[in-house]
T-cell receptor
Framework: GAVVSQHPSWVICKSGTSVKIECRSLDFQATTMFWYRQFPKQSLMLMATSNEGSKATYEQGVEKDKFLINHASLTLSTLTVTSAHPEDSSFYIC??????????????FGPGTRLTVT | DAKTTQPTSMDCAEGRAANLPCNHSTISGNEYVYWYRQIHSQGPQYIIHGLKNNETNEMASLIITEDRKSSTLILPHATLRDTAVYYCIVRVAGGNQGGKLIFGQGTELSVKP
């Protein structure tokens, strides 16, 4: 299957600082990327959808000024958590979809980034 | 997107078939059934998807009822590494304009020796 990578795999930051998470599609062009958040023992919650070269579309209740998403190329999307607080500690997972994938309908996920805000 | 209903948890003996049910009684005609699984602390892994015909790949089989209101994911010979949370999701497909994958609570499958 197609490969999606995330960097870093885990990060610890101090409250009030910003942290950037990268998501890359390694062997296909991702015209659409998605960002999810997952708290312990809960399911994945979709945060936003981004199309290459366009502004991201955020789900209801997700603060766009706090979670900045950039999808400047067909292989890279970034999520920046600004002024992070302990309640932002979570598992952040990106996902990518694009033309040319088998069946053209699958969506592939990265391994996730564990963010801990102290 | 239509909602799905899955049992919260299931057990399966190693080497036996694991049959995971999913109800999606409000599915629309243009919505596909997708299955993903998530092993602890990893990103979800695509398993299989289908519209109305039964599907099989190297990982699993997907059986969709004729009225499309329910489906079953079959892992033919479960191993300990199949222990994971399995998510059944319905969404509109169609290249880049396909719908979003919205995850429910899934079924926690425990494969026991």
């Amino acid at each position: 299957g197609a490969v999606v990578s995330q960097h870093p795999s885990w990060v610890i930051c101090k409250s009030g600082t910003s942290v950037k998470i990268e998501c890359r599609s390694l062997d296909f062009q991702a015209t659409t990327m998605f960002w999810y958040r997952q708290f312990p023992k809960q399911s994945l919650m979709l945060m936003a959808t981004s199309n290459e070269g366009s502004k991201a579309t955020y789900e209801q209740g997700v603060e766009k000024d706090k979670f900045l998403i950039n999808h400047a190329s067909l292989t890279l999307s970034t999520l920046t958590v600004t002024s992070a607080h302990p309640e932002d500690s979570s598992f952040y997972i990106c996902s990518a979809r694009g033309p040319g994938l088998a069946g053209a309908n699958e969506q592939y996920f990265g391994p996730g980034t564990r963010l801990t805000v102290t | 997107d239509a909602k799905t209903t899955q049992p919260t948890s299931m057990d399966c003996a190693e080497g036996r078939a694991a049959n995971l049910p999913c109800n999606h009684s409000t599915i629309s005609g243009n919505e596909y059934v997708y299955w993903y699984r998530q092993i602890h602390s990893q990103g979800p892994q695509y398993i299989i998807h289908g519209l109305k015909n039964n599907e099989t790949n190297e990982m699993a089989s997907l059986i969709i009822t004729e009225d499309r209101k329910s489906s079953t994911l079959i892992l033919p010979h479960a191993t300990l590494r199949d222990t994971a949370v399995y998510y059944c999701i319905v969404r509109v497909a169609g290249g880049n304009q396909g719908g979003k994958l919205i995850f429910g609570q899934g079924t926690e499958l425990s494969v026991k020796p």
